[in-house]
Structures are given as structure tokens and as C-alpha cells.
């Protein structure tokens, strides 16, 4: 296990330094200033382009400003924005509420995710199972904002059972709406990975060895079939992840949470390219190192994956 | 087919016992019906009716957008009249207007050739990358595997999405459609490399491949000529997926406000996004063009299940 760990957190540092250098190079390798740039149409002033040169280090070359700048993100210096606030005090104020929202949104996308595909998956071709695999197929064609709007308009503002969008300090009566909304996507494919690895696994010969030493099927079906079916979905919430990432910036933006997405959301509309780049670029960290985790939980799950040799 | 307690059926291959001889069992039966892979998958698509739905559909949807003309005459843009803002289906005005006074429909109708040409260059894009490098790495492996693969899982860690608001935040002034299906197929190709790599590497085991090499053919040839056809299929499933997942990322781009210009192009996703402020007034402006949105994503999504289903037989079994 000790090595797999290793090996594992070695291969993570060259993902690492591979995507912060290309979003780096997104920025700064493009043709023309990258200052001006970043101010699309209006026009800086001469402090302005100063600060921003200081800050990026544009007289140095381009490898040595890159890991310049990995300092400063190191650091916790992520800028200012166009507006003087500082990224970091941004982030710590909003991460918080994103880390609620998302919280919420994974228990609702396992909890109604695989209790739907394990009733799907043992009953393969019942009406229940074809609902589900309707309902899935339409919730994966929906993208975030339509759902989004459609979710606030229809529960928020005909029905008024939740408030269309977050009061003030985010409690969790409101985080409710927009989390059901972050979850629906991931929870369509938990729905999907739980039915097919249910069906798989209850083929498997140690279940049918279960049933045939007697043992009843609330005992099978909890111990034998469900707890080896959930290796899939484990696998893929890292893309998960990746989802649940863009999703929170649509469903943060339209629900006025305030969280990560949101300032994420906003900066976008201002046109604020420092900001934007700030925040992808720790949403990329984050992303990295949540993959990272998943990795190594996924070794501890299955241990055929530790011992895959060379 | 719902049993509490499933059992195995594996089938059995015996030979006739009247036929006798081996020679009976080794036959090969020349009035059987010719089959391979894509007869197969062809024989099992016809008799599904999502598969007809989706690809009735989608040949609707094309014929749309190379036809606006055929389905309104009213100019999208240019004859907006802020005396008609958010009213009402007129005659000529089936779905009535926006805050600006434009026409819902023709919009609409007019946004359908941006999201599928989006899609289609996406898609094309994403499926050459990903099979030339996905075949590289599985059939040369060796040091070209391990390094095209570790590029791949640099791309792969940063969400396309987000990768497409930072390249679309430099193009202020000259987004275009190639702009953003270069922002959004630029980070979205690992997925398809992965996937035709593994099923490379499954191919060039067998027999033809050896044959073709030692034949004489050279390794790019082989790789080419036989190895890559034989191992497209999934490339098919992921590409019609991926394409309903570009229609969505430019919408989602476009609604984020990074996306193709309002004044130029119509966007579905600039549409919904202008109609978000009126949405307790006036939601039907913004429902048509999602629906519009929606449907066409579900029509690629349908089609691209059905294909999966019919190409690999471990996904029919669980139908």
C-alpha cells in the first residue's frame, strides 16, 4: 500500500506542473500583450500595466515567470482584482459555501444515485427500471443551466415550495434547490454505473454460491452484490468531480450562492481575466489533488489495483 | 426477466449427434446469413425504435440548419422592434418575441446551424487527435505510449469547460466558431486517445496483424490499414456522445458569456442567457430555446446509446 502511495503521488506531480503550466501558457504564450489583453476593451492605465507586468514578472523569460509565478500561487498570492479585492480573501470568504453546496449535492447523488440503480439493477427490465432509465437519459440532456432555470421557475416561483434564489449567509434550506440541481447529472450516470454493476455482479459465481448456502436475499444483496458493485462508481467520481466543478460555477451563477462559482461566475460578466485565471487556476488544483485522493481511496477499496505490476 | 435469484447460463456448443463426424462440427455452414461486427450491430438497430426516433431526428435537425430559409422568412436579427419586446405569438410569430424585440422562433431556427456546426468541428477535431495519438501509443508503445499517455493525463486534469472560459476570456473581440470548437476540443481529446489506445492494444494481438507485417508491410502501413479499422467502434459510441457534450459546452459557454457574439452568430446558449432577467414575467422565451437545446442533445445522447448497445455485446446483455 506504503508504495502504491508513493508511486501514485510521484505520478501526480507531473500532472500538476503539466496543467498550472498550461493554463499558464493559455495566458502569456499568446500573441500580442498580455496585459492589454486582459483588459479587452477598456484601456489600463500606465500604473495599471505596471502592476500587472510586476506581478506576471513579464521581463523575465518565460520558464523562469512561470515557476515565478507557481511561487506566488505557492505563496497564497493569487492578485488583486480589477476592482482591488484580494483572490485569496475572495476565496477564503466563499469557499465555505461551495464546500457545502457540493457536500450536499455528492450525499444527494450517492444516496438517491445508488439506492435508484440497485432497485433498477435487481429488477432488470421492470417499470421501475425503465422509468429510471428514461429519467436518466433525459436528466444527461439537460444541460446545468437549462435545468437550473427550469428547477427555479417551476419549485421557486410557481410552486414557491424554495426560494428561488440564496438568502443571505447561505443557510441549508436554501442550498437544497440548487444542490438537487448540481447532483442531477452525476446522479443520472450513479444511477446508470450502479444498474450495470449490480446486473454484473449478480451473475457473479460467489453470489450465486451466497443464495445457494441459504443465506436470504437481505443479506446477499447489501453484502455480496451492492458493496462489490460500488468499485465503478467510486472510479468515476473523480469525473464526477470534474462535473460537479463547471456545474457549481452554472448553478452558483444562477442561484446567487455565494460561493467559488459564483465569484467565478461574476468575474467572467466583468470580463476580469486576472480573477478568471486565478480561480481556474485553484479550481485545477483542487481537481488534481481531489483525483489524487480518489486514487488512493480507490486502492484502498480494491486491492487488485495496488498490486498491478510493471 | 426479474428473478430474485439469477443463474448462470453459459451456452453449450455440441455438435448434432445425427450429424456424426467430426468434420460436422468444424463445418462452416455457407447458407448461414454473412455477419461481422457491423452487420450485427446494423441488424440489432433496426428493430429499436430510439435508434429511428433519434436518427429521424437528427436528419431533421441537419436539414434545419442547412435550410433556415425553409422554416422562416423572418430575419433573426435585423428586424427587431423594441414595440414587440416580450410579446406574445403573433401570426408570421409562432413563438412569440424577446426583450429586444426579435423574433423567438426564427432565432431559434436560425441558432441551429452555430450549435451544429460547433459540434461537428468539435467532434471531427477530438476524433483525429484522439485516434492518430491513441494508435500511436497502443501500436508503438514503448517510450512514445508512456509519454503521449502522460500528456494526455495533463490535458485530462484540467475540466475542458474551464479551459475554455480561460482560451475564450483572451478572445475578446475576434470569437468565432472556430475559436471556440478549437476552446472547447483542445482539452477534450484524452477521453478518445484512452479509449482507442486500450482497444488498439486489444487488436494487435491477433493473427492479421502478424500476417500483414510479415508480409512486408511497414508498421505505419499495418497500423493504418488494419489495425486502426479494427478497432473503431468505441471511437464511433464516444464521438456521437462527445458531440452532444460540444452542443452543450458551447451553450454553456455562451450563456457563461464567454461564448460566440450575440450580434453575429445565434446561439441557443446567448438566447436562454438574455432571457434569464425576464424569467418570472416571461419564462416561455427562455423554455423554447432549451427545449430546442435539450432535444438536440437528447437526440445524439439516444443515438449514441443505441449504437453502444448495439456494437458491444456486454451492454446488450444488460438491456
Request: charge should be positive; hydrophobic fraction near 50%; proline fraction near 5%.
Amino acid at each position: 500500500m506504503a508504495w502504491y502511495i508513493v508511486r501514485r503521488v510521484l505520478q501526480g506531480i507531473p500532472v500538476f506542473l503539466g496543467s498550472t503550466f498550461l493554463i499558464y501558457a493559455m495566458v502569456f504564450a499568446m500573441p500580442g500583450n498580455p496585459v492589454l489583453r486582459m483588459f479587452g476593451d477598456r484601456t489600463p492605465t500606465e500604473a495599471q500595466i505596471a502592476a500587472l507586468e510586476a506581478k506576471f514578472h513579464l521581463d523575465q523569460n518565460f520558464f523562469t515567470r512561470y515557476f515565478l509565478y507557481l511561487g506566488d500561487v505557492f505563496q497564497g498570492n493569487l492578485g488583486t482584482t480589477f476592482n482591488g479585492q484580494s483572490v485569496n480573501e475572495i476565496l477564503i470568504r466563499t469557499f465555505p459555501t461551495t464546500l457545502r453546496l457540493a457536500l450536499l449535492a455528492v450525499i444527494i447523488q450517492l444516496v438517491v444515485g445508488v439506492t435508484a440503480g440497485l432497485i433498477s439493477g435487481l429488477r432488470k427490465g421492470g417499470i421501475f427500471d425503465h422509468a429510471a432509465l428514461i429519467v436518466t437519459l433525459i436528466l444527461i440532456s439537460l444541460p446545468v443551466f437549462v435545468l437550473a432555470f427550469v428547477a427555479q421557475w417551476f419549485f421557486g416561483i410557481e410552486l414557491g415550495w424554495f426560494r428561488p434564489t440564496v438568502g443571505q449567509g447561505a443557510p441549508w434550506s436554501d442550498l437544497i434547490l440548487p444542490a438537487i440541481v448540481l447532483a442531477a447529472l452525476n446522479m443520472a450516470y450513479v444511477v446508470r454505473l450502479t444498474r450495470g454493476s449490480v446486473i454484473e455482479t449478480s451473475q457473479a459465481d460467489f453470489v450465486r454460491m451466497a443464495y445457494g448456502k441459504g443465506l436470504p436475499s437481505r443479506r446477499v444483496v447489501p453484502v455480496h452484490v451492492l458493496r462489490n458493485s460500488l468499485i465503478p462508481v467510486t472510479t468515476n467520481l473523480a469525473a464526477d468531480f470534474g462535473i460537479l466543478i463547471v456545474g457549481a460555477t452554472v448553478t452558483e451563477g444562477i442561484f446567487n450562492v455565494p460561493g467559488v462559482g459564483n465569484e467565478l461566475f461574476k468575474a467572467i460578466n466583468r470580463h476580469d481575466t486576472p480573477e478568471i485565471v486565478s480561480i481556474v487556476t485553484i479550481l485545477v488544483i483542487v481537481y488534481v489533488f481531489v483525483n489524487l485522493l480518489i486514487d488512493l481511496l480507490y486502492g484502498v477499496l480494491d486491492p487488485r489495483i495496488r498490486y498491478v505490476k510493471k | 426477466m426479474s428473478r430474485s435469484n439469477p443463474v448462470r447460463q453459459a451456452p453449450r456448443y455440441v455438435a448434432e449427434v445425427d450429424e456424426g463426424g467430426l468434420g460436422a462440427v468444424d463445418a462452416v455452414r455457407v447458407s448461414d446469413r454473412k455477419s461481422n461486427l457491423w452487420l450485427d450491430a446494423w441488424r440489432d438497430l433496426r428493430g429499436r425504435w430510439m435508434f429511428w426516433i433519434s436518427a429521424v431526428f437528427i436528419v431533421f435537425i441537419v436539414f434545419v440548419a442547412l435550410f433556415p430559409g425553409v422554416f422562416t422568412q423572418v430575419p433573426p436579427n435585423n428586424d427587431c422592434y423594441l414595440a414587440n419586446s416580450n410579446a406574445g405569438p403573433q401570426p408570421g410569430h409562432p413563438l412569440g418575441f424577446t426583450k429586444q424585440g426579435c423574433d423567438v422562433f426564427s432565432r431559434i431556427v436560425h441558432g441551429t446551424s452555430t450549435s451544429l456546426s460547433v459540434g461537428v468541428i468539435v467532434t471531427v477535431m477530438v476524433a483525429v487527435m484522439g485516434i492518430v495519438l491513441g494508435a500511436f501509443a497502443g501500436y508503438f508503445g514503448g517510450w512514445l505510449d508512456s509519454f503521449l499517455m502522460r500528456i494526455g493525463d495533463i490535458f485530462f486534469a484540467i475540466p475542458y469547460i474551464l479551459a475554455a472560459v480561460v482560451i475564450m476570456s483572451m478572445f475578446l473581440h475576434d470569437r468565432n466558431i472556430w475559436i471556440i470548437a478549437l476552446a472547447i476540443g483542445f482539452f477534450s481529446w484524452p477521453a478518445t486517445a484512452r479509449i482507442l489506445r486500450s482497444e488498439v492494444l486489444r487488436v494487435k494481438q491477433f493473427d492479421y496483424v502478424m500476417a500483414s507485417e510479415a508480409l512486408g508491410l511497414s508498421k505505419v502501413r499495418t497500423m493504418f490499414l488494419h489495425v486502426m479499422p479494427n478497432s473503431i467502434a468505441p471511437v464511433i459510441v464516444i464521438s456521437t456522445v462527445g458531440l452532444a457534450a460540444a452542443i452543450t459546452a458551447e451553450a454553456t459557454l455562451s450563456f457563461l458569456g464567454v461564448g460566440l457574439p450575440n450580434n453575429i452568430y445565434m446561439s441557443w446558449g446567448n438566447d436562454i442567457s438574455a432571457a434569464q432577467v425576464d424569467l418570472r414575467t416571461n419564462p416561455m422565451t427562455l423554455i423554447y430555446p432549451s427545449i430546442a437545446l435539450s432535444a438536440t442533445v437528447l437526440a445524439f445522447i439516444m443515438l449514441g446509446e443505441t449504437v453502444r448497445e448495439a456494437l458491444d455485446p456486454k451492454a446488450r446483455a444488460q438491456r
